[in-house]
Nanobody, 124 residues
């Protein structure tokens, strides 16, 4: 079964940090562009960050720029999202994504592969 499996979510106080991981299983995603989206209750899924297949280019939403860092390890076929200076507005389910096209340019409905999501809750 082809899967992207997220981990690392949890409850953290405002100002704290978390690192999310997304590992591939069932097939290799090392040549895919990858990214992270998030979805808060009652809101649409939104782009957070993306990274090209070789790690050469990254992109971030304005709301997380300067606080979040996306990275990847193709040998481990894993993508990471280091989140710092978290605020309650960052509370959401975070989803890992993979696609043959650069993630930043994709609408969520067009993304090829998704993880199951991991909950991040930031308390004030």
């Amino acid at each position: 079964q082809v899967q992207l499996v997220e981990s690392g979510g949890g409850l953290v106080q405002a100002g704290g940090s978390l690192r999310l991981s997304c590992a591939a299983s069932g097939r290799s995603f090392s040549m895919f562009h990858k990214g992270w989206f998030r979805q808060a209750p009652g809101k649409e899924r939104e782009f957070v960050a993306s990274i090209t297949w070789n790690g050469a280019f990254t992109a971030y939403s304005d709301s997380v720029k300067g606080r979040f860092t996306i990275s990847r390890d193709n040998a481990m076929d894993t993508v990471y999202l280091q989140m710092s200076d978290l605020t309650p507005e960052d509370t959401a389910v975070y989803y890992c994504a993979a696609d043959g096209t650069i993630i930043q340019s994709r609408r969520p409905s067009d993304v090829g592969y998704w993880g199951q999501g991991t909950q991040v809750t930031v308390s004030s």
